[in-house]
Every structure is written in C-alpha cells, then in structure tokens.
C-alpha cells in the first residue's frame, strides 16, 4: 500500500510544471520622458511632452504623477494618464533675464520616480506684446496683410499653419486664390539666448479673395478711316485674367466681347465725325477705364 501510494505521488509531480523561484514584485518606474519641449508665449511658459505607454518593465503605464519644474518651482500638471500633455505657467518677475531650466519626471502610486527627463534651457525675456492694428484686405497680386507694434520679426499663419516669417510689418499671399476664403493671425517674435520667444498670435482675420480690381486702362488706340468703315486697332493688354475688349463711340457701347485688339466699325456714315475708346473687362467682370478717345471723320 505504501509503495502505490508513492508510486501515485511520483506519477502526479510528473505531471505538473515545473515551479520556479518567486518573482519580486515589479517596480512599475515610468519610462522617462523624451521630448519634452519650452516655449515662451507673451507672459507664459508653454510646455509640452509625452507620458510613455510602459513602465521600464514594459508592463502598461496605469497611473503616474506628473512632477514638472522649471527652476526649482514645480508647475501644476492635472494629467495622469499615457500621452500628449500640455501645460503652461506665468512667467515670474523674477525670471525675466535669467536663463531657466525645464524638466519632468513621473512618479508611481508607490513614489519611485522616473528618470528626469531631457532638459530644455529657455532665456526668458519681458514679455512680447501681441501685434496690433491688424488687417487683411484682397490685393491686385494676393492677399495684402498689416499690422503695427514691436518685434524683430513675425510669423504668418493661414487657416492656422505657419506661411511666412518676416521682418517687416506686411505681407503679401501671392497664393491666396481668388474667390476662395482664409483665416489669417500673426505672432511677433525677438530673440531669447538661443532661441526666441514669441507673442500670444493676434485674433483670426477671416476674409475671402475677391477681385474687384479693374485692368489697366489700354493704350495706343489708333482709328483709320476707310470707306464705308473704320479701322480700330490698340495695344494688348497684359492682364492674365482679361476676358475680352469692349469699344464705345460717342460714349455708347458699340461692341462687347470683342476678343482680340482690334475691330472693324461698318456703320459708320460718309463725312460724319466719331469718337472712340476701348476698354479691357476681366474675368470677374471688372472693366479699365475707357482709353483716351480718338476723333476721326469718315470720308
């Protein structure tokens, strides 16, 4: 009896996995934090960084505090979670001059700490007022922008992507589409160290791009007189959306939609005196000025 029953024990340990040494607990330590990024905006530090998935372990990251200084003052962060945080603190008085170093690390429910970030080091300086004045108005060439107040350069944004860095106070969107609407901000920026600081962007001008410029007045209008008709003949315009010519005697429309630079006048009566201009139309149907008339009389 014995001997089965030690023969079943045997059988039974066989049978079962292998048990091996006890684990110790895991530390669940927070990956550190790679990309945290500084900025200066008007009278603000603007921060930005990612709280990793894992913890150095690899196991899911569940729930972490968020320990963010710049200098020795903490700034408050709510986040707790994996992802893409953003946060921001006034610029003390005491900073401004100074060069001030930023970094994060993160801390478990147990309190172990995370590695400290990568530090980013930011000049700060008074802060940098927001453009003022600011307009934009449809141009012959694109869409002209304005505005006034200080900085040693400024940024363009259309419908909230940068375009354009300046340094002078205007800007002309030779992409802007006719008929077509954007919306337009700009931020001023100085230098700060090593890098810049900038000013909070101004409110969005919203505007649409419409024409309503005429053509040039034309030129070289030349009449000869021919029985029974008149010969007109001008410079071409240049407009790259001109439509077509209109040509008017005595003051009255004679003919529309004339699409070349010249026109034959058959109604014309022997030994009468008339007088004739030419004008360009675009293709949203601004005209030129009608061009200085000519006198001719038909013999």
């Known amino acids: 009896m014995r001997a089965a029953a030690i023969f079943l024990l045997c059988g039974w340990l066989a049978g079962c996995g292998y048990i091996g040494d006890p684990q110790p607990p895991a530390l669940n330590i927070p990956m550190q934090v790679m990309d945290l990024q500084a900025e200066q905006v008007g009278g603000k530090i603007k921060l930005r960084f990612t709280i990793p998935d894992l913890t150095t372990e690899q196991l899911p990251v569940t729930d972490v505090t968020v320990d963010l200084r710049g200098g020795d003052a903490p700034i408050p962060v709510a986040a707790r979670a994996p992802g893409v945080v953003e946060a921001e603190t006034p610029v003390p008085a005491g900073w401004v001059g100074q060069e001030i170093a930023f970094f994060v690390r993160l801390q478990n429910a147990k309190g172990r700490y995370s590695a400290p970030s990568n530090q980013v080091v930011r000049r700060v300086v008074a802060p940098v007022a927001t ?13 002209a922008l304005a505005w006034a107040g200080a900085g040693e350069s400024w940024l363009v944004f259309r419908d909230g992507a940068q375009v354009a860095s300046v340094t002078k106070a205007e800007y002309l969107d030779a992409a802007a589409e006719v008929g077509k609407s954007y919306r337009y ?3 001023a920026a100085v230098k700060a160290g090593g890098g810049v600081a900038v000013s909070e962007r101004t409110a969005e001008m919203a505007v649409t791009h419409a ?7 034309l030129a070289g209008l030349n009449v000869i007189a021919s029985t029974n008709a008149n010969e007109l003949s001008w410079e071409r315009s240049t407009e790259s959306d001109l439509k077509h010519y209109r040509v008017w005697r005595d003051g009255v429309l004679l003919a529309d939609a004339v699409d070349v630079p010249a026109y034959t006048d058959r109604t014309v009566e022997s030994g009468k005196k008339y007088s004739y201009a030419v004008s360009a139309v675009d293709a949203y149907g601004n005209e030129s000025p009608k061009s200085q008339p000519v006198e001719i009389t038909t013999p």
């Open 131 to 143: 453009p003022a004045a600011f307009t934009a108005k449809p141009a012959r060439d694109g869409m």
């Open 185 to 187: 901000q700009v931020q």
């Open 211 to 217: 024409d309503t410029f005429p053509p040039a007045q």
